[in-house]
C-alpha cells in the first residue's frame, strides 16, 4: 500500500532539472508532496486530486496520471534551497475517513 | 506564529517507562494524526482522529494509545516504552482528511534504552 519513488537519491548542479515519479498499485483519491530538510519537520507543497491535473510552486510542479496511478514532481532550474528529502503522499479512494501514506522519499542534493 | 505545537522536543527513556506526548493546533482543524519516522522508512502512521471525539488505527499502533483531548490537543501515549519505540514522533493537522495538505509539528525525538 506503500508508494514507490524513484529515483532514491539524485545530485543535481544548480540550475539542472529533476523528475520525482511517485506510484502506487491501488487506485488513488489523491497525490500529495512534502519536502524535508534535514533535522525539521515536512513542510506541504502540494495536493492533486484525481482528474489529472497539474500544478505549480513557483518552479515546482506536480502532475497525476490518474489512470496510471502516477504522479511526478518536477523541478525546474534547481536552487540550493531545495535540497532535502521529498516525499510523496497518497490517499486511496476507500470513502472513508482517508488516511495520508508516505512513500520512502528520494533524498535531492543541489550543489554550485 | 499559528502551527502545531508539540512537546517535548526530546525525551530518552528507559525500557519499561511510560510517557505521553503532547500536540496541540491553533488552526481550527478538524483532522489531527501521529506518524513516526524512521531511517529509510519514511514517515508511518501511528494513530488518526478524523474528527473530535475519533480515533482510529493507522500502519503501525502498536505499543501506543491516543486521546483526542479536545479540538485542538491530540497526545500519544506509550505505556511501557520498547527500545523498537526509539523514533522521530511527528504530530500533523489537516482541515479534514484527504484533499487537505498537512501541517506538522516539529517533532520529538525519543531514545528508548
Known amino acids: 500500500q506503500q508508494p514507490v519513488q524513484s529515483p532514491q537519491a539524485v545530485i543535481l548542479r544548480e540550475g539542472e532539472d529533476a523528475v520525482i515519479n511517485c506510484s502506487s498499485s491501488k487506485a488513488l483519491y489523491s497525490v500529495h508532496w512534502y519536502r524535508q530538510k534535514h533535522g525539521e519537520a515536512p513542510v506541504f507543497l502540494m495536493i492533486?486530486?484525481?482528474?489529472?491535473e497539474q500544478k505549480g510552486h513557483e518552479k515546482i510542479s506536480a502532475s497525476f496520471n490518474e489512470k496510471k496511478q502516477q504522479s511526478s514532481l518536477y523541478l525546474t532550474a534547481s536552487q540550493l534551497s531545495y535540497s532535502g528529502t521529498y516525499f510523496c503522499?497518497?490517499?486511496?479512494?476507500?470513502?472513508?475517513?482517508?488516511?495520508?501514506?508516505f512513500g520512502t522519499g528520494t533524498r535531492l542534493q543541489v550543489t554550485l | 506564529n499559528a502551527g502545531v505545537t508539540q512537546t517535548p522536543k526530546f525525551q530518552v527513556l528507559k525500557t519499561g517507562q511510560s510517557m505521553t506526548l503532547q500536540c496541540a493546533q491553533d488552526m481550527n482543524h478538524n483532522s489531527m494524526y501521529w506518524y513516526r519516522q524512521d531511517p529509510g522508512m519514511g514517515l508511518r502512521l501511528i494513530y488518526y482522529?478524523?474528527?473530535?471525539?475519533?480515533?482510529d488505527k493507522g500502519e503501525v499502533p502498536n505499543g501506543y494509545n491516543v486521546s483526542r483531548l479536545n479540538k485542538r490537543e491530540f497526545s500519544l501515549r506509550l505505556e511501557s516504552a520498547a527500545p523498537s519505540q526509539t523514533s522521530v514522533y511527528f504530530c500533523?493537522?489537516?482541515?479534514?482528511?484527504?484533499?487537505?495538505?498537512?501541517?506538522f509539528g516539529s517533532g520529538t525525538r525519543l531514545t528508548v534504552v
Open positions: 503522499g497518497t490517499v486511496l479512494n476507500t470513502g472513508t475517513a482517508s488516511k495520508l501514506t
Open positions: 482522529s478524523a474528527s473530535e471525539g475519533t480515533t
Open positions: 500533523a493537522s489537516s482541515e479534514r482528511t484527504g484533499g487537505y495538505g498537512y501541517t
Open positions: 492533486l486530486l484525481k482528474g489529472g
